[in-house]
């Protein structure tokens, strides 16, 4: 595909259950990043990849949040135990240059609704 | 989590006029500044971005202004259309961005 691709697009959770989302970032980015945001707020920085390297979890809420991208391309962000704050869109972004990181290219985001 | 402030949270500007957008950020650390653009049920896809060397940047209708001793960015829109009706939103080396500002250019 030409973009980042998330899924799925809507996700629906019962407080309590466990979900994992899915990122195909573009072909050939080595970075990938993970961002939450609430309605009406800015994207929240969750965490950053480097190929299959997990560099930066700092953004990561709570130990129910784990990423993971044990290829270098393909991403899962799995959030256990879902709680309702936890309801926001999940986005993803793919950048080529893993130095300077500029140039991020966004995915639509999965929207997630913990009831 | 937010270091960057920005303002208006909202802002309504005329068809052609120029609408101008302000974020301040805390860390001396980051060295990039990028501005995205976000339309309903989209990510943000990057408008343009600066680095702290250089005071001023122009593609087409879009000018960012950056003031590394106050630590302020600015997007300047020049001749607003409908169409750049959006939600903008600052960000400091991908990791920090501001809350926001929804833009109406009305007709």
């Known amino acids: 595909g030409a973009g980042v691709s998330q899924s799925p697009r809507y996700k629906v959770a019962k407080r309590g259950q466990d979900v994992a989302l899915r990122c195909d970032p573009i072909?050939?980015?080595?970075?990938l990043f993970w961002y939450q945001q609430a309605l009406g707020q800015g994207p929240e920085f969750l965490t950053y990849f480097q190929n299959e390297a997990q560099l930066d979890k700092s953004g990561l809420p709570s130990d129910r949040f784990f990423a993971e991208r044990p290829e270098g391309s393909v991403s899962t962000l799995k959030i256990q135990r879902t709680q309702q704050e936890d309801s926001a869109v999940y986005l993803c972004a793919s950048s080529l240059d893993e130095t300077t990181n500029e140039k991020l290219f966004f995915g639509s985001g999965t929207q997630l609704s913990v009831l | 989590q937010q270091q960057v402030k920005q303002s208006p949270q909202s802002l309504i500007v005329q068809k052609g006029g120029i609408s101008i957008i302000n974020c301040a950020y805390e860390n001396t650390a980051f060295d990039y500044f990028p501005w995205y653009q976000q339309f309903p049920g989209k990510g943000p896809a990057l408008l343009i971005a600066i680095r702290p060397d250089v005071s001023e940047k122009k593609e087409g209708r879009f000018t960012i202004s950056f003031n590394k001793s106050a630590k302020q960015f600015s997007l300047h829109i020049m001749d607003s259309q409908p169409g750049d009706s959006a939600t903008y939103f600052c960000a400091a080396s991908q990791v920090r961005f501001g809350a926001g500002t929804r833009l109406t250019v009305k007709p």
């Open positions: 072909s050939g980015h080595v970075s």
